[in-house]
């Protein structure tokens, strides 16, 4: 990328971009509004409660829907690739 004005160009490894990908997904994925959405679909309406079980419920599809997720970008852009 280069700085327009003065010429100055950065060079951005992938794997920075595959990191922004990444947190990109991530505030997605763990963003309260998305755990309430998926919460009352899902009729888990208690996770904000300590002793309920709804939130470890919720926490365990979050990792789940992660890990599909990462597995999806990596399919799309794989930072090792030359």
């Known amino acids: ?3 327009p004005y003065i010429n100055y160009e950065i060079v951005l490894s992938k794997h920075t ?3 922004f990908f ?3 997904l991530y505030l997605i994925v763990a963003m309260p509004d998305t755990n309430k959405y998926i919460g009352e679909h899902l009729h ?3 996770y904000d409660n300590v002793t309920s079980y709804h939130r470890y ?4 599809i979050h990792s789940i ?3 599909i997720l990462m597995y999806i970008l990596l399919l799309f ?3 090792c690739s030359i």
């Open 22 to 24: 990444t947190m990109i």
């Open 57 to 60: 419920y919720l926490w365990f």
């Open 17 to 19: 971009y595959f990191c």
């Open 65 to 67: 829907i992660m890990a």
């Open 77 to 79: 852009y794989t930072p």
């Open 1 to 3: 990328m280069i700085i």
């Open 44 to 46: 888990l309406d208690k």
